[in-house]
């Protein structure tokens, strides 16, 4: 798809509330708010202030008030001095949005009488009232600081908002029931719903429906020939392009109709064995083509993995893909140098069929056939309706591995890591590259597998651990398994070498 602006994402807008004490000069967290925000504008985040400093709960309402006028999605809460702990945690509850708690430091020693403002202490009464009434925010690594260094704590709330945000107006839109040899990636919807995201489960005959009556939808023509001009010489079936052309369009088109109460969408759609003998072609290279402008599509009706390249996409801010954590690497294709500062085994391949976006493979990727898909369905001979995947190696650089899922009996866990793809030639065929994880088989065996997480992960072409690990927190209440290193033994793992 032609590069653009990734659509199907919020925008954040945060707003900050400064409190002070009563007991406190009110004057000291306005200084101290001024302050805040001339080194906002220094970061990459959309900022407004209230002018309302909360003192008493009638403040909360009206600084509630303002910055909804100002439409702030965000909010974070400063204590400019010691704070009122009740307001301040009401303002919290009412407020329509993810919240963020921080506490001004104070500046210097020559004005530690009427300067200074005790929101060191302040801060953890205002964690203990966020518990007593149940509710969730963000409070950063270092929650205490001065300007500065709260505005880059604001610069990575924001990201982390953007995830929240994105969530809690998602839709997911799935096309029928899980084929029968994945059923690991069936699992109970009722965890999404406590996430609060939204799902519409279809049948495979309203997608053909979908697919028959779009055939006269003006944007075909237009979509054909972007994907003409995207695949260049790697438009290897010319022949199909409007076949796939209308089922972008298809929908496209029942996405925007459908969204109802929600902003932003995604699919999980069946993509074998029944598609190609209906459809005549493999969705392959549309999925790719909706997860390069924004709207992710997760294969084999994997609705969690759908919801997994939505929070890698928001939290990198990039176009994603989902992949098979699939096949070892053979030694004989790893070396010092390719390896870098990773270790044989730290490393894996990522694979699927064709559905990454062709901004995140090399350059010479190109529409081609599904070789197992081939193989069952066309015994191996020349391919018709088996094509339609976009092949490629994926691009070298950083990396992060992330899942959130639910097991069997709706408890919601998920993992994440960072790495890297390496430059090195997989040597195979599909969306493919190898991946490296520091301890990678150490998390593999005590948290993938251990874990009982299916084969598919999402897979963000950044490093975005941190934001989807703060994210997840927020979301759910609990940390992401992590890879761990040596060191540190997983729960389980038996800590004698021989």
Known sequence: MTKGKLINSPSVKIGIVAVSRDCFPIELSRKRLKNLVAAAKNIDADIVAAETIIENENDALKALSELAKKGANAAVV???NFGPEGPSTIFMQKFDGPVMACAAAEESGKDLINGRGDAYCGLLNLSYNIALRNLKAYIPENPVG???ELAK??????????????????KVFAFGPRPHDFYACNAPIKSLYNLGVEVMENSELDMLELYKSAASNKDIAAIAKDMTKELGKGNTYPDMIKQLAQFESALKDFMAKNLGSRQFGVFA???WPAFEKAFGFVPCYVNSRLAASGIPAACEVDIYGAVSEYMAQLASDAPVTIL???????????NKKNLGAYSENDVFMGFHCGNTPSCCLCGDCSIKFQLIMNRLMEDGKKPVITRGTLEGNLKPGEATIFRIQSTADSELRSYV????????????????????????????RHVIVGGNYPHHTALAFKHSGRVLFDAVKYL???APSTALPSSLPYPGENPFSV
């Open 78 to 80: 400063y204590l400019g």
């Open 153 to 170: 704590e604001i610069e990575h709330f924001a990201k982390v908002a953007k995830v929240v945000i994105g969530i809690k107006n998602l």
């Open 269 to 271: 759609n069946k993509c």
């Open 476 to 478: 759910t209440g609990k």
């Open 417 to 444: 890591a960072n790495g890297h793809v390496l430059d090195i030639d997989p040597c195979s065929f599909g969306a493919i590259g190898v991946i490296a994880v520091k301890e990678m088989s150490r998390f593999y």
């Open 146 to 148: 001065l300007p500065g």
């Open 324 to 334: 098979d954590i699939n096949n070892t690497v053979p030694k004989d294709m790893l």
